[in-house]
């Protein structure tokens, strides 16, 4: 009987191992993919024998039991392991087989304790053979090490509850004895620490930020449309006041107007491949299958869109570039949760082989500038505009609008020789300050701050104003934004919760035309140093 030849995928994959694997069925999942199975550094001695750590960070699977366990070459017997999952449920190893198996979804930890071994310090080799369905037979070669942790300090933590009173008194009294440190600011803090999982570790008390408020900002939005104080958090004299200059001087003017042009948050794997070619036939295969490849990263999410997935081929890699609609939240775990998924798919149908994998080639620029980012968009893409008067630009700026042009126009010159990722004056200020106050992951400024600012002298004498923010990320919703003092900051914009990120889009890019407008027109002016002179501690 000849058994024909799949055309794709798992099947092609299966076919391969029918014929030439001795009746064996097992996937052909990259060695270097599968060692990531293993957790390095979990290898322990413990009271009940030395433990290890296995977690999927493949595919949803099952465990079906182990055919071969050796530690340094030598064999384990199975009535001598017994695993317990990361939701405390305890087997032993000889209850599990394949009519048997239990769950290994993708993020569960199995803890694997062999019974009566003590390991010294130093390397030891691992080899486990396992079935773990849809994969099949599983070989898994790795090398960790027993450490001698006595010699490492580490700040203390209470494994069963990290966030009590108790916990965050022994940090204190852990700060006390290495840095001789009394506590009387930190430790003040109206929040409730058990709240603070998923925001925070080894919590010891707030850092307290001056918070003051500028504007209020008039703000004409598709979202925003009102008259809005902005909450800025900051220790820099002059910053607020600034900000509320330029406020007022956009106020006088009829406000600004707010336009959220895109939206799409990227998380952007790496796919290695022995040559070009196999790349660029890879890029074709996964267009080829847009539709069901979207159908798996939208399944991870209630909320997660995808809206395209880019591709940039270079020498052996495919960087691909999946971008997403992530609602009101700003994205970034959630774009991962669902680019894992679609990677996972794509790993076991590509009928071509893969070399290695990488969810994150550095490509996304998470946190950090790029060009990608200015002309693709990560975030919100939002534009601040507003044609000042004449009037307004002498009687409350006190600059000459022809000066103030000229000299962007010369800033621009600047801007390019020195290579920077803006050519404003200084988005960052407003961006950080106002991120600080609301609860945004402040990281982000590095990515958010990429502002385009351009002003045109118009016939009139009056100059219309603008700024690009092609890489704004901002959320109302999850992360630090539910905070008790966050939220407070975000009620003050009326954008607390789900529905408003792109109205705190538009105002946030208010923020930041305000304070070009007001710093562009001192420096114009000749009245920087002074201002910080009467309001700041440079004196």
């Known amino acids: 009987m000849v058994v024909p030849k799949p055309d794709s995928g798992i099947l092609n994959r299966l076919y391969a191992n029918l014929v030439g694997g001795n009746g ?10 599968l060692k990531r199975l293993y957790t390095y550094g979990s290898l322990q001695n413990t009271d009940e024998g030395v433990r290890f750590e296995v977690k999927n960070r493949l595919q949803d699977a099952e465990f079906a039991g182990v055919e071969r366990l050796e530690i340094n070459g030598d064999e384990v017997l199975p009535s001598d392991v017994t695993l317990e999952t990361s939701e405390g449920d305890s087997y032993e190893l000889t209850e599990i ?55 490492v300090t580490s700040v203390p933590r209470d494994e069963a509850d990290n966030y009590s009173e108790e916990a965050i008194a022994e940090r204190h ?14 430790t003040e ?9 998923g925001n925070i570790e080894n919590f010891v008390g707030v850092a307290q930020m001056p918070m003051g408020l500028a504007g209020p900002l008039r703000v004409e939005g598709e ?83 995808l809206v395209e997935i880019e591709d940039y081929l270079t020498n052996n890699y495919a960087f691909l570039r999946f971008d997403f609609k992530t609602g009101d939240a700003a994205g970034q775990n959630m774009v991962g949760k669902a680019t894992f998924a679609a990677c996972n798919w794509i790993l076991n149908e590509f009928p071509g082989y893969v070399e290695n ?93 990429a502002a385009l600012v351009n002003a045109t002298l118009l016939d009139d004498n009056s100059v219309h104003v ?15 934004t539910g905070l008790p003092t966050q939220n407070e900051a975000l009620q003050m914009l009326d954008c607390d919760g789900a529905g408003n990120v792109n109205k705190f889009a538009e105002i946030a890019a208010g923020v ?28």
């Open 24 to 33: 064996i069925v097992s996937l052909d999942v990259p060695e270097k993919v």
């Open 97 to 151: 087989d394949e009519t048997d198996p239990i769950g290994f979804p993708v993020g569960r930890t199995v803890y694997v304790t062999v019974a009566g071994l003590d390991l010294p310090t130093g390397d030891h080799d691992i080899e486990i053979d396992f079935l773990a369905p849809p994969f099949g037979s599983l070989s898994l070669s790795v090398t960790d090490a027993i450490r001698d942790e006595e010699t």
């Open 173 to 186: 009294e852990f700060l006390a004895e290495e840095t001789d440190t009394e506590l009387d600011h930190v």
């Open 189 to 197: 803090y109206s929040i409730d620490p058990e709240g603070l999982e």
């Open 223 to 305: 979202h925003a449309d009102g008259e809005y104080p902005i909450p800025l958090a900051t220790t820099e004299g002059t910053l607020v006041a600034s900000y509320s200059r330029g406020m007022k001087a956009l106020n006088l003017s009829g406000g600004v107007k707010a336009t959220v042009v895109d939206d799409r948050m990227n998380r952007a794997p790496v796919f290695v491949f022995e040559d070009a070619r196999t790349a660029r036939d890879f890029r074709d295969w996964v267009f080829d299958h847009y539709d069901t490849i979207r159908e798996k990263a939208e399944e991870t999410s209630s909320v997660a869109e």
């Open 357 to 449: 994998f990488y969810l994150e080639g550095n490509f996304a620029t998470d946190k950090k500038h790029s060009q990608v980012n200015d002309m693709m968009t990560r975030g919100k893409r939002v534009t601040a505009e507003a044609t000042i008067p004449e009037e307004v630009f002498t009687h409350h700026l006190g600059a000459d609008p022809e000066s103030l042009v000229h000299h962007g126009e010369v800033a621009n010159i600047g801007s390019m020789l020195a290579g920077t990722n803006t050519n404003g004056a200084h988005p960052a200020n407003g961006l950080a300050a106002l991120f600080i106050a609301t609860g945004q992951d402040e990281a982000n400024v590095a990515e958010s701050s």
């Open 466 to 480: 603008s700024v690009t923010i092609p890489s704004l990320i901002v959320a109302t919703y999850g992360g630090g």
């Open 512 to 539: 930041v035309l305000a304070g070009e407008l007001s710093l562009a027109s001192a420096i114009s002016a000749s009245d920087w140093v002074t201002s910080h002179e009467e309001l700041g501690r440079n004196r």
